[in-house]
Structures are given as structure tokens and as C-alpha cells.
């Protein structure tokens, strides 16, 4: 690693828990406030690089004020006023609850019935980065089948995987 011109992580914590390490276990000339660890020749620059969504987004300067977006947009058109929405948004991976996010909308249903054909769950994932233990998302089939709704009906307890 110590090979690179430039190491990030993803916090300021990590940066200094690998700058730490390498004072502790190499003879390497640490640089603080550079940031800069020098070893075997290579001059390597470590700082944080958050993982992050960009907020504001660049598009938002050219869009309307949220006062002027008309009260009824397509969303809310498409669905009764009484129905609730649960989002979930994480990247396909075990790691990140999505099989619990299921259950635990099928625990919902189960114990206030009166949410079915009212509540919608619906959760985004992307695809992972690289290939690791496989998931399966066919917990929204037993929720419909548990709870008596089918895909079509207008009753329909929906969580789909997209």
C-alpha cells in the first residue's frame, strides 16, 4: 500500500489508525502534517476520501423552489391520500439488513392487518461491486402469500425487489 503515491479511506480515524500502524511496525518517515508517510523510497500521501452522495446535487440549482412543485406530483396522484411508504435504499448486499427490512415489514402487516393495501414498501438496491455472498429476495412473495394478497389485488401488501 505503501507503494502508492496517494492511500484514502473513507474517514479521518482510518487514516490516523494506518498512519499509526506504520509508525508502530515500519521505519518510516511519518509526515503529520503533510500527511505523508515516506518508506523504501515512495513518498505516499494518506487522506480521507468519504464515501458519500453529493448534496446538493449540481442539477438542483435548476430546479423550482419546492413552494412552486405542484402539492399533487406523480407519486402522490397514483396513490390514495391514506396510503403510508417505506423506503429502504442500500446496495445489494447481506450485510446491510434488506432480508430484515422484509420480515420486518411482514411482522407489520401481521400485527395491524388494517395496513395491508395501505402500507408500501418499496426498497432500491444496487448491485454490488464485486461478487460476495449471495442474497435472495423472495421474502415479498411469502408476505403477499402469508397476508392472503395477491400481485393484482387491491388489498395487495407490496414490497418488490428492483
Excluded at 403477499?144 to 394478497?149: C, D, E, I
Aim: glycine residues 6%; contains cysteine; aromatic residues 8%.
Amino acid at each position: 500500500m505503501l507503494g502508492s503515491t496517494i492511500l484514502g479511506f473513507h474517514t479521518r480515524f482510518h487514516c490516523q489508525n494506518f498512519v499509526e500502524t506504520v509508525d508502530r511496525f515500519l521505519e518510516a518517515r511519518i509526515e503529520r502534517e503533510s500527511s505523508t508517510i515516506s518508506y523504501g523510497g515512495d513518498l505516499t500521501r494518506v487522506e480521507p476520501y468519504p464515501i458519500s452522495i453529493q448534496w446538493p446535487p449540481e442539477w438542483a440549482d435548476n430546479q423550482l423552489p419546492v413552494a412552486l412543485v405542484p402539492r399533487q406530483g406523480a407519486t402522490r396522484r397514483a396513490a390514495a391520500d391514506d396510503v403510508l411508504l417505506g423506503v429502504g435504499v442500500d446496495r445489494m448486499d447481506y450485510t446491510k439488513g434488506i432480508i430484515e427490512r422484509f420480515l420486518a415489514v411482514e411482522r407489520l402487516l401481521e400485527q395491524h392487518p388494517e395496513y395491508i393495501g395501505r402500507f408500501v414498501f418499496v426498497q432500491i438496491a444496487a448491485p454490488r461491486v464485486r461478487r460476495s455472498r449471495n442474497i435472495s429476495i423472495s421474502k415479498h412473495g411469502c408476505v403477499r402469500s402469508r397476508l392472503g394478497s395477491t400481485p393484482d389485488s387491491a388489498a395487495t401488501a407490496t414490497s418488490r425487489y428492483t
